[in-house]
């Protein structure tokens, strides 16, 4: 212990940033392999369409929108994403056949912009109109709208559904004013396949609200992140703690406690959505463990093997189960839990065949 | 900072473990989901097999052993891979359709035993013998040895094929002595859905050979990770420090110095892979940039973009890209940089479909 301590003595913030290492937490370092912070976003979107030019591409002259290659409007309804970055796959991840066709990139943690969501939709639409599907939250809600009326200022009509799902930001009765986290990934995954059977506008805005209305997630944070940009992290959190309904830019959740077990933390979260879900004996749901960005997927499937046997219990069906990093902050430690209460219809979407270069599902019927 | 000098005078290292916080370098701290540590791979594994039952099951009375639930030998080589826990999704996560067949699961860091490849092995064996590819580390290839005897003791005929592609670890006239690390990926892709057309065993070793034969990785570490049952870092690095070369489990590289930009590391690692594949103008590859554990997504692609724009300048074609956590080191922040040199017969296998709960390809065909 003696030479951490001496160690620490001798630094100086700056030399941090001279050398690409920055804080993370009180008692946490984390390295970045980045060039210029500045450029985090665009160089990853850069190297996104150069790994992947086959399935994704800038939009025209606006190089924080992407398209799908192979997108056809022509016959379906156009879905349009956004949001901050620092989340992947969130949200780029997810445009691809089945998914969603265009996505608007905002910086890290940041909204994208009005125009950047415009450039996107009018690059991608067709006779079929647009569904803007995002998450809940106030800049992107406010730049989403402002695209909306441009957009009809030339004559293209556009639905919204936002998704908000975080079970700590707000009770049940008030659903529609949660956080939107982890739980998009159904969202994307059922309305995207919906909409290849080309659906009408009315039609894919009913399926993504009925998914977004079924969602239930709650996380649980070790530890902040680290932006790329200030090299600080985004809160604090003490060195043996954890917070259950932590958001994933570090908003306020339940309560902060000491670190308990895997199988503890399932459960503080479990009672949370099975209440919130009005789950009853014999329904159905899909579940997905998500990781946070620097939990190893071993610690993700002890808690889905908690999440198996908790259901078990209560006698709740889980049709299909999906563990790995779908939306996450950077470098935080930690990970969420989402319910998706299932009907016939929805489980025939969630089947059906998925392909972006983040997210690939092969389809029920091979 | 003056916080955290307090703070780290309070705490012991008792502290740690009862809470389940560990210390993972001279300056760092991780958090883990866990509960008793001495479970942890027997419940990842469960989880596993509870998420993605339809995929993977145990073999009978051998829960270190798992197989493909739609195994199928009467008409194809069985493969057999294995090594130890912590690196998820290698080994298991490549066991599926166009992958391998089964696997043998050590603790973490830990060679498989040879009873349980036997297991492993026993279970799959049909009329077309069994091909054993895994990366090369002296307790795996002692225990899959013994392993092969015992099977020819029933008169199951065995090859095998060591992945060896760590370029830090041997010069290129030793290349069969080197570790193995993250293009094992590319063995099981290809020998795998090779193995899908019903060659004989003979032709199956032959084009995992030649797999192995054009591959080459080097790694870059930036902290190291700490293990489940000890709680402790496995190797010291500097918190300014990187080391270029190391090995997946800490093993010594070719240089420790001061983090460099994303650039310079990726230039530092090309020029060997290059050298050490003999690359010359209008040669093709496939890239895969594999990230470490804790290293986020968007690091990878900043990463990708220079190699990108490296082998462009020396006209050396990318047949395709791969970027994601491939073969990781739990916690462990870093990444590697592998390379493929491809011909026609390499690309076919790389193009078909494969299908594990850890890693898809929809075919080229469809």
Not at 91 to 99: A, P, R
Not at 236 to 243: F, V, Y
Not at 288 to 309: D, F, K, M, Q, W
Request: charged content about 25%; overall charge negative; some cysteine.
């Amino acid at each position: 212990m003696q030479k951490l301590l001496i160690n620490l003595k001798k630094l100086s913030v700056g030399q941090f940033i001279l050398s690409h290492t920055f804080i993370t937490q009180e008692v946490g370092f984390l390295k970045k392999i980045i060039n210029n912070p500045m450029n985090f976003v665009s160089e990853t979107l850069e190297g996104i369409i150069l790994a992947h030019g086959d399935q994704l591409q800038f939009v025209k002259e606006d190089r924080n929108g992407l398209v799908r290659a192979d997108a056809r409007t022509s016959d379906k309804v156009a879905i349009v994403t956004g949001g901050g970055s620092g989340h992947l796959p969130v949200f780029l991840g997810y445009v691809g056949k089945g998914l969603a066709d265009g996505v608007a990139v905002g910086n890290v943690f940041t909204s994208p912009s009005a125009d950047t969501i415009y450039n996107v939709a009018k690059e991608l639409n067709g006779e079929n109109g647009l569904l803007f599907l995002y998450g809940n939250y106030f800049g992107d809600g406010m730049n989403f709208d402002v695209a909306a009326e441009m957009l009809e200022e030339d004559d293209i009509y556009v639905e919204s559904v936002r998704v908000s799902d975080d079970v700590a930001s707000a009770p049940r009765s008030d659903w529609k004013k949660r956080r939107g986290v982890a739980g998009i990934f159904f969202a994307y995954k059922i309305t995207g396949a919906f909409s290849e059977t080309s659906q009408p506008l009315k039609e894919v805005k009913r399926i993504a609200e009925k998914t977004a209305e079924n969602l239930a997630t709650m996380g649980v944070a070790l530890s902040s992140c680290t932006l790329p940009a200030s090299g600080e992290p985004n809160f604090q959190i003490g060195e043996n703690e954890m917070e259950i309904g932590m958001g994933i830019h570090g908003e306020p959740g339940i309560f902060r406690a000491p670190l308990r077990t895997a199988n503890e933390i399932t459960t503080e979260i479990l009672d949370r959505l099975m209440a919130d879900l009005s789950l009853h004996k014999d329904d159905e749901v899909a579940v997905l463990v998500n990781g946070s960005g620097s939990t190893p997927l071993e610690e993700l499937y002890i808690v889905a093997r908690e999440v198996h046997h908790y259901l078990e219990k209560q006698t709740i069906g889980i049709y299909k189960t999906y563990v790995g990093e779908y939306a996450t902050s950077l470098d935080m430690a930690g990970c969420s839990i989402t319910l998706l209460k299932l009907d016939d219809e929805l489980k025939l979407y969630l089947d059906a065949e998925a392909d972006s270069p983040f997210f690939k599902q092969i389809g029920r019927s091979k």
